[in-house]
T-cell receptor
């Protein structure tokens, strides 16, 4: 697609429920990233995909968080047994390539999913 | 460890003023630097991307400069408008972990009518 698409844009869930957040990156972008931004805080790196593999999952806060990417395209971030501290805006981004280099086209972010755990 | 700092944290100016936002980073080994805009509760919109070999980039009323050796970048906004009110973030793409952008904490800009 023309941009990075995230769904849902807003999600309110009860504590203890599981949620799935979806990211559809720009077509042809091999690298995909998830970040989290809590209220008034900076961006926190969660996970990076290159193709379907995740070389760096170091930012996932706990084992309640998992992510997958299929077909080198759509990614799903799953949060199990949600807690109130999971409330944040979850941002997905994609780039042409995650390996950097002399010429790079930068990140393109989606509009985010605002998750509220009540 | 790469650290990115943005000064000031907040800025309020009257409409029409020219203004400069500052970004500094501790390690000059970067591939590029990217400036983003974020409106409240929204995602990030890319404004300008400067490759490490470049000195500046321009888009409309925006001009971003990069001095890699001194670890500094500035975002210049000409003739500011109330619609420019947002948080501006800079991020560097370091060579030692090229996939992970390192973000500053942002400058919150308010342009008063």
């Amino acid at each position: 697609g023309a941009g990075v698409s995230q769904s849902p844009s807003n999600k309110v869930t009860e504590k203890g429920k599981d949620v799935e957040l979806r990211c559809d990156p720009i077509s042809g972008h091999t690298a995909l990233y998830w970040y989290r931004q809590s209220l008034g805080q900076g961006l926190e790196f969660l996970i990076y995909f290159q193709g379907n593999s995740a070389p760096d999952k170091s930012g996932l806060p706990s084992d309640r968080f998992s992510a997958e990417r299929t077909g080198g395209s759509v990614s799903t971030l799953t949060i199990q047994r949600t807690q109130q501290e999971d409330s944040a805006v979850y941002l997905c981004a994609s780039s042409l390539d995650g390996t950097g280099g002399a010429i790079d086209y930068g990140y393109t972010f989606g509009s985010g999913t605002r998750l509220t755990v009540v | 460890k790469q650290e990115v700092t943005q000064i000031p944290a907040a800025l309020s100016v009257p409409e029409g003023e020219n203004l400069v936002l500052n970004c500094s980073f501790t390690d000059s080994a970067i591939y590029n630097l990217q400036w983003f805009r974020q409106d409240p509760g929204k995602g990030l919109t890319s404004l300008l991307l400067i490759q490490s070999s470049q000195r500046e980039q321009t888009s409309g009323r925006l001009n971003a400069s990069l001095d890699k050796s001194s670890g500094r970048s500035t975002l210049y906004i000409a003739a500011s408008q109330p619609g420019d009110s947002a948080t501006y973030l800079c991020a560097v793409r370091p060579m030692d972990s090229s996939y992970k952008l390192i973000f500053g904490s942002g400058t919150r800009l308010l342009v008063r009518p």
